[in-house]
């Protein structure tokens, strides 16, 4: 199965934004925007663009509005504030500042000279992103966060698909889960929190990601939270399996998963699907068709993952 599209349907362009807010930014970056390029990559409902400046240099912006997207407006609020707690030799843009009147919030990074990683994943890419992965997790133990910050793990979910109208709805996505349900249902039961002390970027996927020939660069920090150092390596994987990768065999040599007990990557990828396929068969008939599609198809790679190794 292919990688669905990596970008939300709800981007808005530069010109879209109220002029008091293109101020805003543009007092912020100390300079008049002059040109704009749309991002690809994310599901943030606003603005995701390459701002070029009059004088010259670069910037990446992103915005939301309160009214109108409240939740992405807090996500935004929330990454600004992990953004700027975040140690200066970590692989992740540099905060330059942030508007906010209360309404409209826009944040802009210092801007990142790459690209997404190439989908299906290749080889080489994936394996420097492991050892990114790695080396931040090194980085962020202990968290440099305080956990009132933070949000809390997206993880979990299948006891609200047992009404037979959400069961279907399940079925008509993943067989297999629907079958299973009740297992599922009984290892989240038992599962007890990832514990640990390392600052876990929440929603690392290749469209949080980018690359150049010399480094690689996680962004988009809002779902960030604490827990065991491998919990992104799992992410990473699940999503190779995507690709048609085998994950395990990169799982038994990364150093953060490598001496792992069966069952703590496969209750991982049960409540990383858990929460995905919970939130896309619930999502009301408003939701973003692309983010939908995104969700389902990550789910279902952590299950396959899961049924292979169960």
């Not at 929330?78 to 500042?97: K, M, T, Y």
């Not at 919970?278 to 790679?301: E, F, S």
């Amino acid at each position: 199965m292919e990688m669905p599209r990596a970008t939300g349907g709800r981007r808005l362009a530069w010109d879209a934004l109220p002029g008091e807010v293109m101020a805003g930014v543009e007092r912020l970056l100390g300079a008049k925007v002059i040109a704009t390029i749309d991002q690809p990559g994310g599901f943030s409902e606003g603005l995701a663009a390459r701002v070029r400046l009059a004088d010259g240099r670069g910037a990446f912006v992103k915005a939301a509005q309160s009214a109108r997207a409240p939740a992405i407006a807090g996500f935004h609020r929330r990454e600004a504030a992990i953004s700027a707690r975040l140690p200066p030799q970590a692989p992740v843009p540099r905060l330059l500042g942030t508007y906010d009147d209360g309404d409209w919030i826009a944040l802009a990074f210092e801007e990142i000279a790459g690209r997404l990683p190439a989908q299906p994943w290749r080889g080489e890419e994936l394996r420097r992103v492991l050892e990114t992965v790695g080396e931040l997790a090194a980085l962020l133990t202990p968290s440099p966060i305080d956990q009132e910050i933070l949000a809390r793990p997206r993880l979990g979910g299948w006891p609200a698909l047992t009404p037979r109208h959400e069961r279907d709805a399940l079925a008509a996505l993943a067989p297999w889960a629907a079958d299973h349900l009740d297992d599922l249902i009984a290892v989240e039961a038992a599962t007890s929190p990832f514990a640990g002390h390392t600052l876990l970027h929440g929603d690392l996927y290749p469209f949080n990601i980018l690359m150049n020939a010399d480094r690689v660069v996680v962004v988009d920090w809002p779902h960030a939270w604490v827990g065991a150092p491998y919990c992104d390596v799992v992410t990473v994987l699940s999503s190779a399996r995507l690709s048609g990768v085998d994950p395990q065999p990169l799982a038994d040599a990364h150093p953060l998963t490598r001496h792992l007990a069966q069952g703590q990557i496969d209750d991982l990828l049960v409540l990383h699907a858990g929460f995905l396929f919970t939130t896309a068969v619930r999502a009301g008939p408003g939701a973003d068709r692309h983010l939908l599609d995104m969700m389902i198809a990550l789910a279902g790679a952590s299950l396959r993952w899961l049924q292979e190794r169960w």
